[in-house]
């Protein structure tokens, strides 16, 4: 999986690239938090996928969304449908998303609010 962080992001990578955001990152001496992409070639779209691609992208940032938002439900329903797109090439940060919702799970699966990480519990990844 090739990576690229959002300030790195020219107009041509955009046009000629999938971009899947992925993590956000806070790095020291930076006020600005940074979206980092996953950059995706054509070729790793499976033709059954092409008419469905528009659809699969919306998923996958509505994943995000709902990651930021702590509603683990729709992002572990989401990633069933996503893990295996793109000829895999996401699969590892969809697995690593999986992981950390399981820190957060507690065993009653009907109560979603019982799907609590810590108070102090932020979506943007704190890089020193």
Known sequence: MNIILQNQLTE???????LLELDTFQFTGDDKPVK??????N????LPDYPQLESIQDLHRNMIKNYQIKNWKFVEDA????VGKFK???D????VINERIKKYKIDDEDDISKYNPPDDWTY???KF
């Open 12 to 18: 041509e990578i955009q046009e000629k690239y999938i």
């Open 36 to 41: 980092s992409f996953c950059v995706i070639e």
């Open 43 to 46: 070729a790793h779209v499976q």
């Open 79 to 82: 990633l069933e449908h996503l």
């Open 88 to 90: 895999g090439e996401v």
């Open 92 to 95: 590892s940060f969809y697995h």
């Open 124 to 126: 943007v990844i704190k």
